[in-house]
């Protein structure tokens, strides 16, 4: 079982900068798959970037690209978005998730139903 929650959401202006946090328990979480996804009203869920259970690799919503970076650390169980340069269409709320993904394979990175533990998400604003 894993538990996941997010912090660090906020209101900012464009070309801010915002890092969220996603906090886990649960003693395999080293062994999970960590992604972050965001959902603007009105819109679908959308994958913003993951990285897999051993760090060794990431992978970014083109939109985001240059502009975010996913980080884990094993040692206190969390996974940070930092997220730079952002724009009003980054509003949305972001939730974290967690799945035992061990292919490379990046398209299953980016499948929600790849996750079976989620956060509740926390909310983004970016005025411009």
């Known amino acids: 079982q894993v538990q996941l929650i997010e ?6 202006q464009a070309g801010g900068s915002l890092r969220l946090s996603c906090a886990a328990s649960g003693r395999t979480f080293s062994w999970y798959a960590m992604g972050w996804f965001r959902q603007a009203p009105g819109k679908e869920r959308e994958f913003v970037a993951a990285i897999s259970w051993s760090g ?9 690209k240059g502009r975010f970076t996913i980080v884990r650390d094993a040692a206190k169980n969390t996974v940070d978005l930092q997220m730079n340069s952002l724009k009003p269409e980054d509003t949305a709320v972001y939730y974290c998730a967690a799945g035992q993904i061990f292919s490379g394979a990046r398209i299953e990175f980016t499948t929600s139903s790849m996750y079976e ?12």
């Open 7 to 12: 912090s660090g959401g906020g209101l900012v």
């Open 56 to 64: 060794s690799s990431t992978h970014y919503v083109d939109s985001v």
């Open 117 to 128: 533990y989620w956060g509740q998400g926390t909310q983004v604003t970016v005025s411009s």
